[in-house]
């Protein structure tokens, strides 16, 4: 054992001595004979047929979608396309799926419970509770995924998403970041622990690290339908009918963006005091553009990514909706549990602009964001009181659009109550599989501290001055 | 548990230069016929009888060829950078049954990236039976350069020339038994987005791991004569040491260059331990397969 423990020493001694001898150019050579063997043997075997294709579309394209300005509007103008087909689109399927789950089916689950003789805190429990969950979950999620994803997926199949990487580039650089960190951004969009997962293709853990943090900023898959909802219902609403649908987007892009422009300036908060150092270089291939195989995206991101996220807000909801139901009609000193923890909240809520329903909504979200919106449904109900026949503490039937808005506006909610919580929605703690992922993946409790809290710090500190200004403001006017 | 004695039985060794794609004897060699055979395990797969790893450049379809023949459907995408984490899925082929791994798209296997680690750390400890190198024929230069570098850690290497749709858009042409000749491993042209070739590749990967076909993978030779001293002396040294180690002359160029990672499992002797390896049984070495991050 020591006499191998020996040689082991000497090999590792002896190439330590080498090395001095070849110099230090060592590596280049190394890489050198690769590139020039790779060029010889391709030279070989390839042959160019005829004459080159006097005009390249592929660099016809990049050439538009890169430019230095118009590249930005044609990628904002992209962005509000798929925007707008999925508020436009997702209206019907969304009114058709909860006038069934939700007029038909709820009733009908009543009247059977009913018929067996079931306790009435069962019943509430498991429909009331964890079926309206559910129901809502399905109604105001699913028609907005199963548009904006197939969508999001076509662009990126099609390769323009490195070219989005391409444009941000510069801007990463002059924030102190790398420039791959606009494709772990991008995967963001998707989903932030993915994205968290995608900072691996930086080499540089301060960069790392920077891209792991930040990542937050990019708007994901849980958080696009609450924007999407509360878009159409307040902002479309300014709005005549027509104009509707394109405000309601361009407000979710300028959310999405206002993301982005977190993203560079916490970047560059981070790469001035915490994480100091050089920026690196990369090269970054921008891959040929391909047709994309139209239905094949669809149907692998319906699988993969819309019933991923439908089933975990699924999974997230059942009991979420059962402990609503418990906290609304449980009762301490004939109030309910939930008006004690809502009043408990309003007082800080209202002073940046939100009020108690929303900041419970969000400590019951943590796990899963998706269920933001049917919890404050859920809870706005309880604490207006508002009987549609379906009592207390029920999530009811209402379709997207007007009803939602009616409900909010009895729950004391203004124009800048729905501004408000989409920024909050954009900036506060990631959802707990995000945080965890992050632990995982800095193996560091400080730096998994730190992304968690300073975007619930900087949520707080941005609505606290939009709602400050905006009072002044109304004030004045 | 199952053995790996096909690649222990006596083969008549073909000549590097003679590398057939396929065996056109009827219907049972006719890669049609495979392919209906072809079981996608998807990730149900208890046993394998063979390791199969997907590396190549980024974005060269490893993902498309990985779902072609796994039946998974891992989310592809046209950009570089999709795979970080290594995916894995199986499937049965000409009575046995193969576990693939998908490693993350890397230009070198040099450098210190962490998703270069993942790649590099699987084929050289991993010891797959098989490593699928998936090229991209428009960019067939660049991505010559892993397929090289691939080649001094393992033999049993298949190069799948993938995009030939595309280079043929682009007014390219290949000439793949060139190629499988100059590399010395056999090449498949397959145009995975479209489906087409894969049967051709699946006959390879069997054909390599049951060892009826023995790559002689072509080493870089380019090397200066000082340098390649200073190689040969090293790699001598580390066969003494590791008698068996199959890829010396691969560990004695990155002992010269100062690589951290060899030298470390040099020292708590995880490269010492890869040599026992081909005796063990596919359940141990299954064991000894590292957990990389």
Known sequence: MTEKATTVNDLL??????????????????????????????DRSVTRAGEQPRFDLDRWIDRIVTDKRWGFVLMILLFTLVLWITIIGA????????????????????????????????????????????????SVMLPPMAIFFPLFTLLEDFGYLPRVAFNLDALFRRSGAHGKQALSMMMGFGCNAAGVVATRIIDSPRERLIAIITNNFALCNGRWPTQILIATVFIGGLVPAHLAGLISAASVVGVALLGVG????????????????????????????????????????LIDRTIYVLWRAIVFAMPAGAAIWLVANVNIASVSIAEHIINFLNPFGLLIGLNGVILLAYIVAIPANEIVIPTVLMLTVL???????????????????????????????????????????????????????????????????????LPLVMGFVLTFFVTQIWQIVAAVL | ??????????????????????????????????????????????????????????????????????????????????????????????????KMVDLPGTYSLLATSLDEQVARNFILFGQPD?????????????????????????????????????????????????????????????????????????????????????????????????????????????????????????VALRLLDGDEDIIRSIRNGELGELITLDELSAEQRKELTPEVV
């Open chain 2, 1 to 98: 548990m199952i053995e790996k004695t096909t690649d222990k039985q006596q083969t008549k060794e073909k000549p590097s230069t003679d590398i057939r794609i396929m065996d056109s004897s009827g219907c049972e060699g006719c890669p049609a016929h495979n392919r209906a055979n072809l079981l996608k395990l998807g990730v149900d797969m208890e046993d394998w009888d063979f390791v199969v790893a997907l590396a190549g450049n980024p974005n060269t379809g490893k993902s498309t060829v990985f779902n072609a023949l796994t039946g998974l459907r891992q989310h592809t995408g046209n950009w570089p950078g999709k795979t970080v984490t290594r995916a894995e899925g199986g499937f049965e082929f000409g009575e046995a049954r193969y």
């Open chain 1, 13 to 42: 001694k002896n190439a330590q001595e080498l090395r001095a001898q070849v110099g230090g150019d060592f590596h280049e050579k190394v890489v050198e004979g690769i590139f020039t063997e790779a060029a010889q043997i391709a």
């Open chain 1, 383 to 453: 604490v207006t009181g508002m009987d549609a026949g379906a009592g207390r503490g029920v999530m009811f039937d209402m379709q997207a659009g007007s009803d939602i808005l009616n409900l909010f506006t009895a729950g004391g909610w203004t124009l800048l109550t729905a501004v408000n919580l989409m920024l909050f929605s954009l900036v506060h703690n990631p959802c707990s599989t995000t945080i965890y992922t992050i632990y995982k993946e800095t193996g560091s409790v400080k730096w998994t501290t730190v992304a968690a809290v």
């Open chain 2, 130 to 250: 098989v490593t699928v190198v998936v090229v991209d024929a428009s960019r067939l230069e660049r991505n010559l350069n892993l397929a090289l570098q691939v080649m001094e850690i393992t033999d049993r290497v298949v190069i799948c020339l993938n995009l030939i749709d595309e280079a043929k858009r682009h007014g390219l042409e290949v000439d793949e038994r060139r190629l499988a000749r100059d590399l010395g491993v056999p090449v498949v042209p397959t145009s995975a987005r479209y489906n087409q070739g894969l049967d051709e590749l699946l006959n390879a990967i069997h054909e390599v791991a049951i060892g009826e076909v023995k790559p002689k993978p072509r080493r870089v030779k380019s090397h200066s004569p000082m340098l390649k001293a200073a190689v040969e002396r090293l790699e001598s040294q580390v066969l003494e040491l590791y008698p068996n180690l199959p890829n010396s002359r691969w």
């Open chain 1, 262 to 301: 977190f993203t560079f300036a916490v970047s560059w908060f981070l790469s001035r005091t915490m994480l100091r150092g050089e920026v690196s270089t990369f090269s970054l291939e921008l891959p040929p553009y391909r047709p994309p195989r139209i239905w094949q995206t669809i149907y692998t991101s």
């Open chain 1, 91 to 138: 209206n019907y399927p969304s009114q058709f799926l909860s006038s069934i789950l939700l007029d038909k089916v709820h009733p009908w689950l009543k009247a059977g419970a009913a018929a067996i003789g079931m306790p009435w805190w069962l019943d509430g429990l498991l429909i009331d509770g964890m079926y309206m969950a559910t129901a809502w979950v399905v």
